[in-house]
C-alpha cells in the first residue's frame, strides 16, 4: 500500500466520519483508544470528559508534538471504554497499557549512562550544562544528544567556552561589577548586564550548531564574518574571530573520522538486540565525515528490530531541529512503513528525505560498521545486567527470600552529638539507585537533641513514618498481599505502589530489634523482610537471630548491600551538614538587634551568604528592598562593633 492510499484511510482526512466518530463518543469518564487501518493498537490514554479529550487531538488550533501529529495522521479508528471515575480510568488505562502494549505508549529507556547537551533557550540570558537526565523542562529549551563519549563531550564544551564568550558561573561573584573572566575576554558581563539578550542568544546559536553536527557550516559563517571585520579595520573583533575558528578546527580534528563517499549529509542506523533488551546507534556522517555517535536503548518490546529502529526515529527525529534532519537516512532493513516515515521526515526538514537500505558498496559497509558498535555497546549493556541479577539472587539466597528483590530501601541516621539529627531513605530498584524514589526526614523527637542522641528512637521516628499509612491500610482492608505486589507499577494510583521486598539497616542488632519493635506495633513485622549491616566487621543481622548471617563479606549480593549502606550514608550526611550549616547561617543573623526572620532572609537572598554582608557597606546594605538607613545602619554596626 503506497503512501496515498494509506493517508486516504485515516479520519484526519475524512472529516465527515471524523466529526461523526467524536458526536459518538460521550463526556463521562474513561479510556479511549486509537487504533489505525490494520486494526493495530496506537495509543491508549484516559479522561474524566473523553469528548473533550479526544476532540483536542483534532482541532485545528491544536498544538501538538511531532510526535503526536505523526500518531493523528495514522488514526483511522476510535473506541472507547466508559467507567464510574477518574480513579478507575487511571486503572484500566494502566492495564489495558500493561497487557496490549500500545505502539505510542511505549517509550524508550531513560538510559542515565548516555549524556545530553541542555540549551535553557527559555531564559533570558540561557545557561549550557552536560545533564544525564532529560528533566521536564519549558518546551523551548532543548536537549541535544544522547551522545556516547562523556569525555570528549566535555572537552568540546571546555574548548567552546574557551573560545566563545559565555556566562562562566552559575551566579555573579560580585554583585555590582564583572569578574576576571569578563576582563580576559571569557565571559560578555552577564551578571553587570553587559550584553543584551539578544545578542547572547545569537552566541548560543552558533554553539548549537556544533551540537548539530553542522561544524563546518559555523566554520563557514565564522570565515564570513572576519572578512567583514577585517574590510572594515575591526582587526581587534576579526582576531576574536580568527581563534574561534581556529579551535573550531582543532575539535573537528579531534572528533571526526573521515570516511570515504560524498559530502552528502546521512544519518546510519543499526541494531543489535536480544530477548531482553536492544541496542540502537545512530551514527551523524556530514561531508562525508563522523561528526557524531548517538546510542540509545529500549526493551525488545518486538522481535522485530525494523519496527524498534522506526519506533528510535520517530522519538528522535520529533526532538530535533529541522535543520539537524539530514537528506538521507541509511538503516539496515525496510521499515514496516518506511514511505510514511519519509514522508513525515519531509515535512519536518522542508525538503526531500530519502530512506534507503543499502546491500552493497559504501553504504552497506557503513551500515555494517555501525552495527558493529550496536553489538558492542549490548554486550556492555547485558554485562552489567547480567551481574545486577547475580547480586539480587545472591543477596534472597544469603536472606532466605522467596524471590529477588525488587526494591530495596536503606535507612541511616546521621547527626554531631545529637545536634541536627536526620535520616535518609535511599531506594535501589533492580540493583541500580532510583534517586527520584529517595527521601529526607527530619527528626521531631524533642527528646533527641544537643548532647542528647538516640539513634534507636530516631530510626522507631522514622519507619513509623514511612509505614503508618500502610499500617492505616492493613487495618482497614486487613490483608496487604494485593497491594504489596504493585511495587513496579509505574502509576501511583493511589499512593500504595512503594512496598519495598527489602529493607536494610545501618547498624546492628539494636538498630535491628528497635525497627522490628516499630513495626509490630504497626503490626507489620510479619510482612516485612528486614536486615542490618552493621559497618565495624560488615556483618549482617536479620530478626531473630543473635547470630550475624553465615556470609562471605565478598559474594555478590553483600556487595549489593553495602553499596546500599554507603548511598544512605552519603545522602544522611549531605543532608545533616545542609541543615547544619542553615542553622549555623541563621544563628549568625539572629542576634542582630530589631532585626527579624524575613529581613534575614532577605539578607541572604541579596547577599548570597554572611560573608557578603559582613563586607557590606551601610549604602549597599540600605539598596536591600525593606531596608532604610536606620535597620542597614543596624546590621552594619552589628558586623563592626568598633
Known amino acids: 500500500m503506497n503512501t496515498e492510499e494509506l493517508s486516504n484511510q485515516t479520519l484526519i482526512n475524512r472529516p465527515t466520519e471524523l466529526e461523526d466518530s467524536l458526536k459518538s463518543i460521550p463526556s463521562e469518564a474513561g479510556c479511549y483508544i486509537f487504533k489505525d487501518s490494520n486494526d493495530r493498537l496506537l495509543y491508549v490514554g484516559k479522561s474524566k470528559s473523553l469528548r473533550n479529550r479526544v476532540r483536542s487531538y483534532f482541532r485545528n488550533n491544536s498544538i501538538h508534538s511531532p510526535r503526536i501529529n505523526l500518531m493523528i495522521r495514522q488514526v483511522n479508528n476510535i473506541e472507547f471504554i466508559v467507567t464510574d471515575s477518574e480513579s478507575e480510568a487511571l486503572t484500566l488505562e494502566a492495564n489495558l497499557i500493561k497487557n496490549q502494549q500500545p505502539y505510542f505508549n511505549i517509550l524508550l529507556k531513560d538510559d542515565k549512562k548516555y549524556p545530553y547537551i541542555c540549551i535553557t533557550w527559555s531564559e533570558e540570558y540561557p545557561r549550557i550544562f552536560i545533564t544525564r537526565r532529560r528533566r521536564q523542562r519549558n518546551q523551548i529549551d532543548r536537549f541535544y544528544g544522547p551522545f556516547v563519549d562523556v569525555t570528549l563531550l566535555r572537552k568540546t564544551l571546555f574548548l567552546i567556552k574557551r573560545s566563545f564568550p559565555l556566562r562562566q558561573r552559575p551566579r555573579p561573584l560580585y554583585k555590582d561589577r564583572t569578574c576576571l573572566n569578563y576582563s580576559i575576554g571569557r565571559c560578555p558581563g552577564v551578571c553587570q548586564g553587559k550584553i543584551s539578550s539578544k545578542d547572547y542568544h545569537n552566541t548560543l546559536m552558533k554553539i548549537a550548531m556544533i551540537f548539530q553536527g553542522r561544524a563546518s557550516e559555523l566554520k563557514s559563517i565564522l570565515n564570513s564574518q572576519m572578512l567583514i571585520h577585517s574590510n572594515n579595520m575591526d582587526y581587534e573583533s576579526a582576531a576574536i574571530v580568527r581563534d574561534q575558528i581556529k579551535d573550531l578546527e582543532q575539535l573537528l580534528e579531534e572528533q571526526k573520522v573521515s570516511l570515504p563517499d560524498s559530502s552528502i549529509n546521512r544519518d546510519v542506523l543499526a541494531i543489535a538486540m536480544d530477548e531482553r533488551i ?247 513485622h510479619e510482612d516485612l523482610s528486614v536486615c542490618s549491616l552493621a559497618k565495624k566487621k560488615e556483618e549482617l543481622f536479620v530478626p531473630g537471630d543473635t547470630e550475624p548471617v553465615s556470609s562471605d563479606p565478598d559474594q555478590l549480593g553483600l556487595r549489593l548491600l553495602r553499596r546500599l549502606r554507603d548511598e544512605a550514608h552519603r545522602y544522611a550526611i549531605g543532608f545533616h551538614r545542609k541543615k547544619r550549616s542553615a542553622r549555623m547561617t541563621k544563628s549568625s543573623l539572629g542576634g542582630i538587634p530589631g532585626i527579624g526572620s524575613k529581613k534575614i532572609r532577605d539578607l541572604l537572598i541579596y547577599f548570597q551568604s554572611v560573608e557578603a554582608i559582613q563586607m557590606a557597606s551601610i549604602e549597599e546594605v540600605s539598596s536591600v528592598p525593606g531596608f532604610g538607613p536606620k535597620s542597614a545602619l543596624t546590621v552594619w554596626t552589628y558586623f563592626h562593633p568598633e
Open 278 to 524: 536492544s541496542s540502537i546507534q545512530i551514527f551523524q556522517m556530514r561531508s562525508g565525515k563522523l561528526v557524531g555517535r548517538l546510542g540509545f536503548t529500549s526493551d525488545s518490546f518486538s522481535k522485530d528490530g525494523s519496527l524498534i529502529v522506526q519506533r528510535v526515529m520517530e522519538e528522535h527525529y520529533s526532538q530535533v531541529d529541522s535543520v539537524e534532519i539530514p537528506p538521507e537516512i541509511l538503516v539496515q532493513s525496510p521499515l514496516p512503513q518506511q514511505d510514511f516515515i519519509s514522508e513525515w521526515l519531509t515535512e519536518l526538514r522542508g525538503s526531500k528525505v530519502n530512506i534507503i537500505n543499502p546491500k552493497r558498496s559504501i553504504k552497506a559497509e557503513l551500515i555494517h560498521l555501525v552495527q558493529r558498535n550496536a553489538f558492542l555497546e549490548l554486550s556492555r549493556i547485558q554485562q552489567g545486567f547480567e551481574q545486577q541479577v547475580l547480586e539480587l539472587e545472591d543477596l534472597a539466597q544469603v536472606l532466605e527470600l522467596s524471590y529477588p528483590p525488587k526494591r530495596i530501601e536503606g535507612y541511616d541516621i546521621s547527626h554531631v552529638q545529637g545536634t541536627d539529627t536526620v535520616a535518609s531513605q535511599v531506594v535501589f530498584i533492580d540493583g541500580l539507585p532510583a534517586k527520584h524514589h529517595y527521601r529526607k526526614y527530619k527528626i521531631r523527637d524533642s527528646s533527641i537533641r544537643i548532647g542528647h542522641s538516640d539513634d534507636y528512637k530516631s530510626l522507631s521516628e522514622v519507619i513509623e513514618r514511612r509505614f503508618r499509612r500502610w499500617a492505616r491500610l492493613k487495618k482497614s482492608v486487613g490483608d496487604l498481599s494485593c497491594l504489596s505486589n504493585r511495587s513496579s507499577s509505574k502509576l501511583d494510583t493511589d499512593g500504595f505502589n512503594d512496598w519495598p521486598d527489602l529493607i536494610m539497616i545501618d547498624g546492628g542488632k539494636g538498630q535491628l530489634s528497635a525497627v522490628m519493635n516499630t513495626l509490630k506495633q504497626l503490626d507489620l
